[in-house]
């Protein structure tokens, strides 16, 4: 009976601590709702559906939708799939033809066998040159609100001519391309079995692309049997990584919905602004201050798999990642002359010092692994 006891007061102690809603961030100075526990009252806490998991702590800004599991790729009205469409799409995808040097393929940044990625920090491209970001996965690309790095695309179709004319990418250009397409029997014969008679465009071989991409899912994990089966299929540390990604790690203010993702842009103070590797981000695009040094939030499905980590490849493991930020990421301060600069970028606040232990980041690593 004292045994009973003490387990059902330290649930009771437990769901008090956790259950800060995402509407009502725990204030700074709170309770710390990952303070050491014990796993049996952790275990009861997540032995239900995510729906009924202890709310998720989180800072002012943040935005959060509950895990769960990869929902079914939506496919836009202008694009419909048909498996003829997909079957092309990965023949392009796979086919040196679309590069000017006819020697690399999409498949060359994008292997399945990689992540989805190419494994190296930052992707070679036109004759050996280096690009200055890491591949980002494909992996559940289909419900991407943006693409590239600082989601300059608005969708996959527009997305997929980019790499295509890039001079450091593939280097085509797009009146040469269709031209090869159009010459080539076979190409030609399945583009008008799929789109009909007329000759090949760059905005086909766009569609078809996207269409093969959009079929890119996850590959089945532990996470999924977590979230079919329930948590009981976690380990002990794997849980507590759960436990400590929804709290104390912050980790769910950006990764959070199926594809661990808010799809928003921050700053993580890895910019090098004024320095020789400098990326200014979504600035770029959108010429806000706000936006310099902000990246996108990737997917981390199948991050076991997707390194190296960051849009420039900085971290080549997931404990240099997590320790990354353990530290509350980086926060460049600004040369003497760099203070008045009004695009001297600021670190999000959704980052700050968060004091794990080595315990604690070994089971935050334990659990990414999972997804």
């Not at 935005?63 to 929902?71: D, I, K, M, S």
């Not at 590069?99 to 070679?124: K, M, Y």
């Not at 799809?263 to 806000?288: I, M, S, W």
């Amino acid at each position: 009976m004292r045994i009973w006891m003490v387990g059902a007061m330290a649930a009771i102690i437990l769901v008090a601590a956790c259950s800060t809603a995402p509407s009502t961030p725990q204030a700074a100075g709170a309770a710390d709702p990952a303070a050491p526990m014990d796993i049996a009252a952790l275990r009861s806490l997540y032995a239900g559906p995510p729906e009924s998991w202890p709310r998720p702590t989180l800072l002012p800004g943040a935005t959060f939708a509950e895990f769960g599991p990869v929902p079914p790729a939506p496919e836009p009205v202008e694009n419909p799939a048909t498996p003829e469409k997909v079957a092309l799409g990965k023949r392009l995808f796979d086919d040196p033809i679309l590069s000017g040097s006819g020697q690399i393929a999409c498949s060359n940044c994008h292997s399945p066998e990689l992540g989805w990625g190419d494994g190296v920090r930052t992707s070679f491209g036109h004759e050996r040159q280096r690009g200055a970001r890491n591949a980002p996965t494909l992996i559940g690309v289909a419900h991407r609100k943006s693409f590239f790095w600082d989601g300059r695309a608005a969708t996959l179709e527009e997305q997929a001519k980019g790499p295509i004319a890039n001079p450091v990418e593939m280097n085509a250009d797009p009146a040469e391309i269709k031209a090869r397409l159009n010459r080539h029997g076979d190409y030609a014969a399945r583009f008008a079995s799929v789109f009909g008679t007329g000759p090949v465009t760059i905005d086909q071989v766009a569609m078809a692309l996207a269409a093969f991409e959009r079929t890119i899912k996850p590959r089945r994990s532990k996470w999924d049997r977590a979230l079919e089966l329930g948590t009981r299929v976690l380990s002990d540390q794997e849980l507590s990584g759960l436990h400590l990604f929804r709290t104390q790690a912050g980790c769910a203010n950006c990764h959070n919905g199926p594809l661990f993702s808010d799809e928003k842009f921050h700053n993580l103070g890895l910019n090098f602004y004024g320095r020789p590797r400098q990326d200014l981000g979504r600035y770029a695009v959108t010429g806000k201050a706000e936006d310099v040094g902000a990246f996108r939030t990737p997917t981390l499905r199948s991050i076991g798999a997707t390194g190296p980590y960051m849009h420039d490849g900085l971290f080549p493991n997931l404990e240099g990642l997590v320790n990354f930020y353990n530290e509350g990421g980086a926060r460049p301060r600004p040369r003497a002359d760099q203070v008045q600069d009004p695009l001297f970028p600021t670190t999000t606040p959704l980052l700050r010092k968060l004091n794990l232990s080595r315990a604690d980041k070994e089971a935050l690593v334990a659990f990414l692994r999972t997804l």
